[in-house]
């Protein structure tokens, strides 16, 4: 079983639609991160959390710490988010290099 | 444009075939990562680099040998692969060995094992 497992694994919105997608992970972490990679394959950082909430443009990332549940939200879709989203857990016993990745959920946005 | 180029993008080999995969940061960065991404599985950490040095090695099969040349430049020679080898080796960089959110991802070399 994966430390991290995402929901759901395919996610097909209009635009438009507020989407919701969901990191679960079972080990203690020191942060939690979340990663897109749009077609072509190149990554980037979106989030990093620790606690709380955190907000960027139409994107928010939250987090519970004690239910070790993550969600990243989408407000407003447009086709330009079409992407796989990628949660990832640096847990705590761990030189920084170390990471759980999620298996990615892939989104897509019709106009 | 993320500053980490990949070349090839994309790579066709067979099983006795020996190839390397090439990464390059204009960065000044001073660790290097390579990461593998098979379909539906979670990514892996493969070989993580800091000056030169190799600090990190996640158990990996010996037919992927890594070279770290200088702080530029990382490559992955691959000899004798199988099919399941067969994924997205991306090659990230960041200034420090730090978590991933300060990593700078490259668009990845698409190998495919005949």
């Known amino acids: 079983k994966n430390e991290v497992e995402q929901s759901p694994q395919n996610l097909t919105a209009q635009e438009g639609e507020f989407i919701t997608i969901n990191c679960s992970y079972s080990?203690?972490?020191?942060?939690l991160h979340w990663l897109q990679q749009h077609p072509g394959g190149g990554i980037v950082s979106l989030f990093m959390?620790?606690?709380g909430k955190k907000k960027h443009g139409r994107l928010i990332a939250t987090i519970n710490i004690q239910e070790k549940h993550s969600s990243l939200h989408i407000t407003a879709s447009h086709p330009r988010d079409s992407a796989v989203y990628i949660c990832?857990?640096?847990?705590?016993?761990?030189?920084?290099?170390?990471?759980?990745f999620g298996t990615g959920t892939s989104l897509t946005v019709i106009p | 444009e993320t500053g980490v180029t990949q070349t090839p993008r994309h790579l066709v080999m067979g099983m006795t075939n020996k190839k390397s995969l090439k990464c390059e940061q204009h960065?000044?960065?001073?660790?290097m990562y390579w990461y593998k991404q098979s379909a539906k599985k979670p990514l892996e950490l493969m070989f993580v680099?800091?000056?030169?040095?190799?600090?990190e090695n996640n158990s990996v099969p010996s037919r992927f040998s890594p070279e770290c040349p200088n702080s530029s430049h990382l490559f992955l020679h691959l000899h004798t692969l199988q099919p399941e080898d067969s994924a997205l080796y991306l090659c990230?960089?960041?200034?420090?060995?730090?978590?991933?959110?300060?990593?700078?991802f490259g668009p990845g070399t698409r190998l495919t094992v005949l």
């Open positions: 990230a960089s960041s200034q420090e060995l730090i978590i991933i959110n300060e990593q700078f």
């Open positions: 080990v203690g972490i020191s942060a």
């Open positions: 959390l620790s606690s």
């Open positions: 960065l000044g960065h001073n660790a």
């Open positions: 680099y800091s000056l030169e040095e190799r600090v």
């Open positions: 990832a857990a640096n847990p705590y016993s761990n030189t920084g290099n170390q990471f759980y």
